[in-house]
């Protein structure tokens, strides 16, 4: 069974940072492009920012582009998203997410296979 457990959530004031992880088991993702999707209330699960397959590519949502950092790490199967200078609107689950297939990079909840359970991020103003 696969698995993709997310950690790292919580509350943090404005302007803090967090780090979120993520662990997979299961299977190896060595081959397929992995990232992070947020909801909030009421909207839409969103792209936040995504690692290719290959680690040669690094995906950023405009809101976030130069606040957090995507990164990952092949041997331990695993994903990690620094966020650094948080805002209110910020606020949402962060949800881990593997493409349903390998050797792509396709970033729409639909091109999703795998997705965690979600970590609560909440960002006080």
């Known amino acids: 069974q696969v698995n993709l457990v997310e950690s790292g959530g919580g509350l943090v004031q404005a302007g803090g940072s967090l780090r979120l992880s993520c662990a997979a088991s299961?299977?190896?993702?060595?081959?397929?492009?992995m990232g992070w999707f947020r909801q909030a209330p009421g909207k839409e699960r969103e792209f936040v920012a995504g690692v290719s397959w290959n680690g040669g590519g690094l995906y950023y949502s405009d809101s976030v582009k130069g606040r957090f950092t995507i990164s990952r790490d092949i041997a331990e199967n695993a994903v990690y998203l620094q966020m650094n200078s948080l805002k209110p609107e910020d606020t949402a689950i962060y949800y881990c997410?593997?493409?349903?297939?390998?050797?792509?990079?396709?970033?729409?909840?639909?091109?999703?296979?795998?997705w965690g359970q979600g970590t609560q991020v909440t960002v006080s103003s």
């Open positions: 997410a593997a493409d349903r297939f390998p050797y792509q990079t396709l970033w729409s909840t639909s091109s999703i296979g795998y």
């Open positions: 299961g299977r190896t993702f060595s081959t397929y492009s």
